[in-house]
């Protein structure tokens, strides 16, 4: 049994509202490196031949072999981030969400649903349906930052990198409604953004309404498109294949936190340039373990 009482923050966190179990799944993956982070699942978490090097792993049900330190029937984490859904901006499409074409005769995006190159945002800008990018694209924010809400679309980066200039910081905002609709970042190249430090969503990357329940799960995080990210992925009702690595934003400082309703890690996910989510606005999300937790080793 341990001793005494230990808080930890954690990089992952998985909620599994969804019931699964193991919320966090590995399947191998030797070369997964979470080093300096720990990490959480409201159920159980499974690590099959590799501990992913992860600081510490926390499970409210059952560890079975993640984490250098192993820790079962931890409490719950219930969702930190969950409340920043009613400041989400109003939807003003008024019910017209452009799609990428996926047919010869299908209509082409409109140009507003279009980015390249240089890109001045004001405070709030609304997307109606796909947002893909044509070309590398720079966004330059409002200050502390700029909020992008896609309703109804997904972000195709379709090879290219979307930035944030030095001194601007962008949150992504996926909402809408549940139904056909693919709500989450799509497509090769790079995202690499920074999320603001202070403001309404201080802290907050990429953002998914915890409304939506379908078409947000993500099979390629890290990969396709990479993750430069500082800041808050929040994923609260997706299934996350998690295969690359996430990288500190250009622009920005060594802050990575992933929340999920499950994950599956491979190959070689791993995130690096950690420890800076202070600075980067951002308060992790954490646990505290007492004397009746149990831990594995």
């Known amino acids: 049994m341990a001793g005494g009482e230990q808080t930890h923050a954690y990089c992952l966190l998985a909620l599994a509202s969804s019931g699964t179990d193991p919320g966090i799944l590995t399947n191998g993956a030797p070369k997964a490196d979470l080093t300096g982070c720990s990490i959480m699942s409201d159920t159980g978490m499974t690590c099959h031949g590799h501990n992913l090097n992860a600081d510490n792993g ?28 009613s400041s989400i901006p109003s939807n003003t499409c008024a019910g017209n969400y452009p799609q990428e074409p996926s047919k010869k005769k299908d209509p082409a995006l409109p140009s507003s649903n279009q980015y390249s190159g240089s890109i001045t945002l004001p ?5 109606c349906g796909d947002l893909q990018l044509t070309g590398n694209t720079t966004i330059t924010s409002a200050s502390p930052g700029s909020v992008l809400v896609i309703e109804n679309g997904q972000l195709d980066t379709n090879g290219y990198t979307l ?19 693919t709500h989450a970042p ?29 078409g947000v799960d993500i099979s390629a995080a890290g990969n396709s498109p990479t993750w430069d990210i500082t800041g808050l992925v929040y994923l609260p009702h997706s299934s996350v294949t998690f295969s690359g690595a996430v ?30 989510c202070t600075a980067a606005g951002l308060t992790m999300p954490s646990d505290t373990l007492t004397t009746s937790i149990s831990l594995v080793q």
């Open 58 to 85: 926390d499970a409210h049900g059952t560890n079975s072999g993640c984490g250098n330190v192993q820790n079962s029937n931890v409490p719950k984490v219930a969702d930190p981030y969950s409340s920043w859904a």
């Open 123 to 127: 405070a709030t800008k609304i997307i």
């Open 163 to 181: 930035q944030t200039a030095s001194g601007s910081a962008l949150t992504i905002i996926f909402s809408g409604t549940s139904g056909s609709y």
């Open 186 to 214: 799509t497509g090769g190249g790079t995202l690499d953004i920074q999320a603001p430090t202070t403001g309404t969503w201080h802290g907050i990357a990429i953002y998914q309404d915890p409304s939506l329940t379908t």
């Open 247 to 276: 990288n500190k934003s250009s622009n920005g400082g060594s802050c990575f936190v992933m929340v999920v309703d499950n994950i599956t890690i491979n190959g070689t996910g791993s995130i690096l340039d950690r420890g800076g």
